[in-house]
Nanobody, 126 residues
Framework: EVQLQASGGGLVQAGGSLRLSCAYSGFTFDDYVIAWFRQAPGKEREGVSCISDRFGSTNYEDSVKGRFSLPADTNKNTVYLQMNSLKPEDTAVYYC???????????????????WGQGTQVTVSS
């Protein structure tokens, strides 16, 4: 059974950093795409970043490029979302998700993922 657990959210001032963790089990990193999504109040869930050994790529949503990174520790079955230079507009509930069937053209689409972890709140104060 695929399981994902997200953690690490919190309150941070603008310009600060946070590192979210997504601990996964029930699958191997090589076979899955693991992605981070976020959802702000009143907005649709959007893709933030994803990593795929299968596609050999790491993708980032335009607004987080250069600020966020996606290190992975396969020994710990954990993918991280390192968030630097945080902005108030980064405030949202962040989710990690995984899929073995996502296609490259839809890799940042929430509809491509069936396995989700619980959300973790990130609040960036101005």
């Amino acid at each position: 059974e695929v399981q994902l657990q997200a953690s690490g959210g919190g309150l941070v001032q603008a310009g600060g950093s946070l590192r979210l963790s997504c601990a996964y089990s029930g699958f191997t990193f090589d076979d899955y795409v693991i992605a981070w999504f976020r959802q702000a109040p009143g907005k649709e869930r959007e893709g933030v970043s994803c990593i795929s050994d299968r596609f050999g790529s790491t993708n980032y949503e335009d607004s987080v490029k250069g600020r966020f990174s996606l290190p992975a520790d396969t020994n710990k079955n954990t993918v991280y979302l390192q968030m630097n230079s945080l902005k108030p507009e980064d405030t949202a509930v962040y989710y990690c998700a995984a899929s073995s069937t996502v296609i490259a053209s839809a890799i940042m689409s929430p509809a491509s993922y069936r396995s989700w972890g619980q959300g973790t709140q990130v609040t960036v104060s101005s």
